[in-house]
């Protein structure tokens, strides 16, 4: 694990981050007590840089996470959540909703000005923190506009008075992203699912356009929703139920990887970071021995050759 | 007067850069003026020299329009063909006050004493002959050829490009340092403080890991030697235009001489 700089901002972060959709119960729950022991673990394998959301376990995810960082010295670690969901009881559940044994709270979509400053306010309170380094816009893929004129506006803001360090927006998507890039002047994304071993979109354009920029970028997602840490046929891609071209392709990058020696998750988690967009990758277990697992991948030698195959 | 004595434009689109390699996909797109002169105006950087990427004539005739067309870009390092017999004619073709050298991507050719072939050693000569500099692109390998060249030739201007690539990224390199310190024995001999981020690590990159290669050179040269140069876009790969002089500032202050007062006289720019 390096200490890299982050973009053009005065951040330094590790370069393994710990992101926490599966700590926040995606597809089946995760207790407490779990969530605190990854985190500790997290925090005592060096990992400095811890990535959250609202969305999240519906605001458990912050909460856990917060209950741990709460008790490490603030200057340490960088954290990022989101904005752009507020978790509010009664709300009608979001169609596809991922997140298992959470609050009765149901997350509405607010990309407004005042949304987005109640929301910080909000995240503060459930994290117990008193500063967050980095807020990212949260999934606009429809709300482009209100996005720009609101969400972004009031980072902006936060950004121009010292209370955060860093704007960025966290996507599923690159396109949308490239459009922020040009449109206003953010300092990070994250991007989840589109620069990995299986889908490298995210290099076309995106990727280009941050490092003319010094746009800092997160890769999460690098194991496409687990198909490339397990390829089979009940694994997940893009959130779900992965399809059977897509399980051949894993499957091909998994033998390749095994002809140089190399787990394909070692190959996975380490692929994004060989750009030089991207300053962090983010691991997202939901267990102790998965964090572990994968921070072991993470630092498992990789020989050029199987590189040269993989980028051919 | 603040100059930037080093960097590129490039069109991907338009021309084949055979040293783009994979490594270098992140910046294969096209960099221009419109790109730079943004960055130009935040770092207060009022003139630059524009250096040749290709082995190619129509690039140099290419960047003397666009030198011609900017108001910043007061000196372009072009190409020649060092080898071909008429050397001495095809620079007189190029007649441009602001052409103010010539340059050969020495460390990419197999020989490691290609300079010391005789027919560049007349290209060099005549390259001098029109009081032009010779941009010397070369890494350790190529120092000692290098040497031999300076010492051929006191009564023309050389600049090293890039402090000669020492591998910053792998601990601290003995090497280049025993290659380049005779340099400082030449004073018709100067050096560029440019590329040094992108020979480090370029994620992990610190401004203390350039101090000491930075040190020795400024120790070496001294600062009416030395020259500040960004070598933006590749700087892209590992910092922004910003971090770039910011790393040297904080290291050297923002000394006159090596931020412009050195490629001004050496240059001999407007």
Request: hydrophobic content about 45%; some cysteine.
């Amino acid at each position: 694990m390096n200490r890299v700089s982050f973009g053009r901002t005065r951040l330094r972060v590790t370069d393994l981050g710990l992101g926490s959709a599966p700590l926040g119960g995606m597809f089946e729950a995760v207790t407490e007590d779990e969530v605190h022991r990854v985190v500790d673990a997290a925090w005592s394998a060096g990992i400095r840089f811890f990535d959250t959301a609202p969305l999240y376990g519906h605001g458990l995810a912050e909460q856990r996470m917060g209950d741990v960082l709460r008790t490490k010295p603030r200057d340490d670690f960088v954290l990022a959540t989101k904005v752009g969901r507020l978790l509010r009881a009664g709300a009608p559940p979001e169609p596809g909703q991922a997140f298992v044994g959470v609050p009765p709270v149901n997350p509405v979509f607010d990309f407004s000005y005042e949304g987005v400053m109640r929301s910080v306010d909000e995240s503060l309170g459930r994290l117990g923190l008193d500063r967050i380094d980095i807020l990212h816009i949260h999934d606009p893929d429809d709300h482009y506009e209100q996005a720009l004129h609101g969400a972004y506006r009031a980072l902006d803001t936060l950004r121009s008075e010292g209370t955060i360090a860093a704007v960025g927006a966290g996507m599923n998507q690159a396109e949308m992203l490239a459009r922020f890039a040009r449109d206003a002047n953010f300092d990070c994304f994250l991007l989840a699912g589109r620069y990995t071993l299986l889908d490298r979109i995210g290099a076309k354009e995106l990727l280009p356009l941050c490092v003319e920029r010094g746009i800092a970028v997160v890769a999460g997602g690098v194991f496409n929703s687990g198909i490339l840490a397990n390829p089979n046929s009940d694994t997940h891609y893009n959130y779900r139920p992965a399809p059977a071209e897509l399980i051949r392709r894993a499957l091909e990058l998994k033998a390749i990887c095994e002809r140089h020696g190399v787990d394909l998750k070692a190959a996975a988690l380490q692929f994004p970071l060989r750009h030089p967009a991207i300053a962090v990758v983010l691991t997202g277990p939901r267990s102790v021995a998965e964090l572990e697992e994968n921070i072991r991948m993470f630092q498992a030698p990789i020989p050029d050759d199987l590189w040269r195959e993989l980028e051919a | 007067m603040i100059v930037d004595a080093h960097h590129h434009f490039w069109d991907p689109t338009r021309r084949e850069y055979p040293w783009m390699g994979e490594a270098l996909a992140a910046i294969r797109r096209p960099f221009g003026p419109g790109e730079l002169r943004p960055l130009l105006e935040d770092n207060g950087v009022d003139r630059t020299v524009l250096v040749q990427t290709l082995s190619s004539l129509d690039e140099t005739r290419e960047f003397l329009e666009t030198a011609a067309a900017s108001d910043f870009v007061e000196g372009v390092v072009g190409w020649v063909d060092l080898t071909a017999p008429n050397v001495a004619d095809t620079l007189a073709s190029l007649v441009s006050d602001l052409l103010v050298g010539i340059r050969h991507q020495v460390h990419d050719e197999p020989d490691p004493n290609w300079l010391l072939r005789d027919d560049v050693q007349r290209g060099i000569a005549e390259v001098g002959e029109a009081g032009l500099v010779y941009d010397l692109l070369v890494r350790t390998r190529e120092l000692p050829a290098a040497l031999e060249t300076v010492r051929r030739h006191k009564d023309m201007s050389f600049v090293i490009d890039h402090a000669a690539k020492p591998h910053i990224a792998g601990g601290w390199d003995a090497e280049w340092e025993r290659a380049l310190a005779p340099f400082s024995d030449e004073p018709h001999v100067a050096c560029k403080l440019s590329g040094l981020v992108t020979e480090a690590d370029w994620k992990s990159w610190t401004p203390e890991q350039l101090e000491p290669y930075v040190r020795r050179v400024v120790g070496w040269f001294g600062p009416p030697r030395c020259m500040f140069g960004s070598d933006w876009p590749v700087c892209l790969l590992a910092a922004s235009y910003a971090r770039v002089m910011d790393a040297l500032q904080q290291i050297v202050g923002l000394d006159d001489a090596i931020f412009g007062e050195t490629a001004s006289r050496v240059y001999g720019l407007a």
